[in-house]
């Protein structure tokens, strides 16, 4: 390689192309069968075929092609179980939280002299926000957060990946994409769970309720588990994790996943807002934890077998240096 000089300027001149490469595989059997598959060429038939043929022979080869590179890692021996403790783990202190929660709040956001101490944020929002017939915003987010989001997660990546097709390798596909969706949002509520059990934190209209109708709530159970919301976290997780495997598998219609998907958990997050159920720090934190954990185990634990990486790039130009990126870790 000639050498290379460096001016003041920061210009950079060389006889030779420079680059650099890093990528990012996974090294595990599995990848590399997927790579292996990938890259496998047809043999040359002896004799040249029709176009017909050709065009059968092209499809097929694309198809085998893309079923190896969208090929999504999961174990039915270790997801299942996972699935079914973290929905028992969920349901089991769901029916019983009357008792869980104890007698009083641990955050109870009260003055010494027992007047309101609520954040200006969370007062602002709540002010703003609240609807007068808080009944009938409690009951359409619970038809988004339990009807409507799950049918949509589910049923639209199931749809994606009908018409998607791919031949008979694809056909059990639906059922994973299901078990990966379903698992993530399980494991996010158990996580969900679990601080409010913690934290206890008054719900708003717990809070802001006249001393006699708070007198009448005991113990105060469900009226102080309001950080973080449920509803929020479950509808993020579902939406951001169908969006995940659908864009991890290909799909075409994966903007459609991510967009009905996004806008259902969207309405749910401010209809609780609306209904008096939870301050807006409570569907923030939500919104997060369930993005976050949407995104994040769906690709931790089961991103496409086939290995992807991130290649940087950098070579010369003529008044300075170029560099390139491609790939996505």
């Known amino acids: 390689m000639a050498p290379v000089r460096c001016t003041r300027s920061a210009t950079v ?17 599995l990848a590399q069968q997927a ?11 002896a004799t040249a075929p ?4 050709a065009n059968v022979s092209a499809t097929q080869e694309r198809g085998a092609n893309d079923t190896a590179r969208y090929a999504l890692r999961y174990s039915v021996a270790i997801d299942v179980p996972i699935t079914a403790v973290g929905a028992l783990a969920w349901l089991i202190p769901e029916l019983a939280k009357s008792s869980l929660t104890g007698p009083s709040c641990r955050w109870c956001e009260r003055n010494p002299d027992a007047t309101r101490a609520v954040n200006g944020l969370d007062t602002a929002v709540r002010d703003g926000l609240r609807w007068s017939s808080t009944g009938t915003a409690a009951i359409i987010s619970d038809v988004i957060g339990y009807g409507l989001a799950p049918a949509s997660a589910i ?8 018409v998607q097709g791919g031949g008979r390798e694809r056909d059990l596909w639906p059922l994973w ?9 399980v494991l996010a509520m158990d996580l969900n769970q679990l601080v409010k059990f913690i934290a206890l934190r008054e719900r708003p209209r717990y809070q802001f309720a006249p001393e006699s109708e708070r007198a009448a709530m005991v113990p105060p159970g469900d009226e102080i588990l309001s950080f973080f919301s449920g509803h929020t976290t479950f509808t993020f997780a579902l939406a951001t994790s ?27 997050a401010y209809l609780r807002i609306a209904a008096d159920r939870h ?23 089961h991103r496409p077998l086939a290995p992807y990486g991130l290649r940087v790039g950098a070579a010369p130009i003529a008044n300075g240096a170029g560099v390139s990126l491609s790939g996505f870790l």
Request: a negative charge; hydrophobic letters at 50%; zero cysteines.
């Open 13 to 29: 001149t060389t006889t030779a192309a420079l680059s650099l490469s890093l990528v990012f595989s996974s090294q595990n059997a």
């Open 35 to 45: 790579t292996a598959a990938l890259d496998e060429a047809p043999a040359q038939p």
């Open 50 to 53: 029709s176009s017909n043929t």
């Open 155 to 162: 049923g639209l990546t199931i749809l994606a990946g009908r």
């Open 177 to 185: 994409d299901s078990l990966i969706i379903v698992e993530t949002s």
């Open 242 to 268: 169908a969006g995940m495997v659908s864009s991890m598998r290909g799909y075409r219609l994966a903007p459609l996943v991510w967009g009905v998907g996004l806008g259902l958990a969207t309405s749910a």
């Open 279 to 301: 301050y807006f720090t409570d569907v923030l934190t939500g919104v997060f934890v369930g993005a976050g954990m949407g995104v994040l185990l769906p690709w931790l634990a």
